[in-house]
Antibody
Framework: QVQLVQSGAEVKKPGASVKVSCKAS????????INWVRQATGQGLEWMGW????????GYAQKFQGRVTMTRNTSISTAYMELSSLRSEDTAVYYC??????????WGQGTLVTVSS | SSELTQDPAVSVALGQTVRITCQGD??????ASWYQQKPGQAPVLVIY???NRPSGIPDRFSGSSSGNTGSLTITGAQAEDEADYYC?????????FGGGTKLTVL
């Protein structure tokens, strides 16, 4: 069965970077895009960007341009999302999601990133 | 960037029909997909494309589209349908979510 398993919770200081991983199983990793979505406590979903695991091509939401980097390691079927220059407003649950033709049909369990001094 | 607008909250009596709407310019070019999210859980895709349900989603969930508006309809709402619902579509810069609608089943 398709599974996306994300890395564990992180606590970071303002100005630091965080790298969240998303390990895929149950399907051919390079056949589907990976999207990253975040959700602050009590808030809605916010799309951050996408990556094509086959080509490595990426597209980022304008809000995160220059601060986010999405990469992958195809040998271990794992996608990564790194967010730099963290501030308190980046405290959120970060999700990876497998995208078919735009729609995200499988999601990871989420990774809580807390930014606090 | 484009935006998708949803009503913040909607309620429905048990067993009745409810429609949740989503408005935005991107919906003139792309279908909305719809996600259900219950507290503490990851979102679940319930409708995508013109009106497609992933495996395991009950057929009481359906989708439609007209102009700049996408709609999610639940026919015969059940207690377990109480959740937050988010619309999503592609746009010129990638993808965008609506603000979400909290559905209460009375």
């Amino acid at each position: 069965q398709v599974q996306l398993v994300q890395s564990g919770a992180e606590v970071k200081k303002p100005g630091a970077s965080v790298k969240v991983s998303c390990k895929a199983s149950g399907y051919t990793f390079t056949s589907y895009d990976i999207n990253w979505v975040r959700q602050a406590t009590g808030q809605g979903l916010e799309w951050m960007g996408w990556m094509n695991p086959n080509s490595g091509n990426t597209g980022y939401a304008q809000k995160f341009q220059g601060r986010v980097t999405m990469t992958r390691n195809t040998s271990i079927s794992t996608a990564y999302m790194e967010l730099s220059s963290l501030r308190s407003e980046d405290t959120a649950v970060y999700y990876c999601a497998r995208a078919r033709t735009g729609e995200m049909n499988y999601w990871g369990q989420g990774t809580l990133v807390t930014v606090s001094s | 960037s484009s935006e998708l607008t949803q009503d913040p909250a909607v309620s429905v009596a048990l067993g009745q029909t409810v429609r949740i709407t989503c408005q935005g310019d991107s919906l003139r070019s792309y279908y909305a997909s719809w996600y259900q999210q219950k507290p503490g859980q990851a979102p679940v895709l319930v409708i995508y494309g013109k009106n497609n349900r992933p495996s395991g989603i009950p057929d009481r969930f359906s989708g439609s589209s007209s102009g700049n508006t996408g709609s999610l309809t639940i026919t015969g709402a059940q207690a377990e349908d109480e959740a937050d619902y988010y619309c999503n579509s592609r746009d010129r810069s990638g993808s965008v979510f609506g603000g979400g609608t909290k559905l209460t089943v009375l």
